[in-house]
């Protein structure tokens, strides 16, 4: 990527920025975006050496503070708690994201995008009454630059992927964000995209586990409810 030093440093703000649709003007799937930027969040982690695979569990590592310096604000939240947790699997963790209160990992990473001046935020009420956030992108052409990166980690020589890119699309493809892969380049470059896998490690298997599990959920909820 030729732009490094004009995009937003991690996984999980790269994703956001990618979850946001430019035609409805807003971030998409937020149903299952808190997944998602979980195992974004824990991918950061493992490419930095923060974290590390022991027995196919997450497990902390102690390193010097140049490791973890410029970690968005829930990655960074992240570390602290497998710090203080004992080793559970990729499944786990990524299964453990909050999906209210002020620790979501979408309100998170949101925060620390809007901090650094990456997007606005707008603070509305809907019909005057519920509390709505309207997000705006600061330069659009930041998008569009990571979009780019994701059609040459496709389409261009693998020897010259980027790992960050390559494990972006990983993610993106077991996270299932249309915005980024439509479920027809999902099918058709799936060759690819398993070659490009090994840069996120077993996160977004853990990912696609934890995104199914919701689904049944879900799909048992409706069952239920007739």
Same mark, same amino acid.
């Given at each position: 990527? @030729?732009?490094?030093?004009?995009?937003?440093?991690?996984?999980? &703000?790269?994703?956001?920025?990618?979850?946001?649709?430019?035609?409805?003007?807003?971030?998409?799937?937020?149903?299952?975006?808190?997944?998602?930027?979980? #195992?974004?969040?824990?991918?950061?982690?493992?490419?930095?050496?923060?974290?590390? !695979? !022991? %027995?196919?569990?997450?497990?902390?590592?102690?390193? =010097?503070? +140049?490791?973890?310096? %410029?970690?968005?604000?829930?990655?960074?939240?992240?570390? =602290?708690?497998?710090?203080?947790?004992?080793?559970?699997? *990729?499944? *786990? *963790?990524?299964?453990? #994201?909050?999906?209210?209160?002020? @620790?979501?990992?979408?309100?998170?990473?949101?925060? /620390?995008? +809007? !901090?650094?001046?990456?997007? %606005?935020? @707008?603070?509305?009420?809907?019909? /005057?009454?519920?509390?709505?956030?309207?997000?705006?992108?600061?330069?659009?052409?930041?998008?569009?630059?990571?979009?780019?990166?994701?059609?040459?980690?496709?389409? /261009?020589?693998?020897?010259?992927? =980027?790992?960050?890119?390559?494990?972006?699309?990983?993610?993106?493809?077991?996270?299932?964000?249309?915005?980024?892969?439509?479920?027809?380049?999902?099918?058709?470059?799936?060759?690819?995209?398993?070659?490009?896998?090994?840069?996120?490690?077993?996160?977004?298997?853990?990912? +696609?586990?934890?995104?199914? *599990?919701?689904?049944?959920?879900?799909? +048992? &909820?409706?069952?239920?409810? /007739?």
């Amino acid at each position: 990527m @030729d732009l490094l030093t004009k995009l937003p440093a991690t996984l999980p &703000e790269r994703l956001y920025l990618l979850a946001y649709d430019p035609r409805r003007g807003r971030v998409t799937q937020q149903s299952g975006l808190h997944l998602l930027l979980q #195992a974004a969040a824990l991918t950061e982690l493992l490419r930095r050496g923060l974290v590390r !695979e !022991e %027995g196919r569990t997450a497990v902390a590592r102690s390193r =010097d503070a +140049a490791a973890s310096a %410029g970690l968005d604000p829930y990655s960074a939240q992240l570390l =602290d708690r497998i710090r203080e947790k004992r080793p559970h699997s *990729w499944n *786990w *963790w990524v299964g453990r #994201a909050p999906s209210v209160g002020r @620790d979501q990992p979408a309100r998170r990473v949101r925060e /620390g995008l +809007a !901090e650094a001046g990456w997007i %606005g935020l @707008d603070q509305r009420r809907a019909a /005057g009454v519920f509390p709505v956030t309207r997000v705006t992108l600061g330069d659009p052409e930041v998008r569009r630059t990571l979009a780019a990166s994701v059609t040459a980690a496709l389409k /261009g020589p693998l020897s010259r992927v =980027d790992p960050a890119d390559a494990a972006l699309v990983a993610l993106a493809a077991a996270g299932r964000l249309r915005t980024v892969l439509t479920p027809k380049q999902r099918k058709e470059y799936r060759g690819r995209i398993e070659k490009l896998g090994p840069a996120a490690g077993p996160v977004p298997k853990a990912l +696609a586990t934890a995104l199914a *599990w919701r689904m049944a959920g879900h799909a +048992a &909820e409706s069952a239920a409810l /007739g």
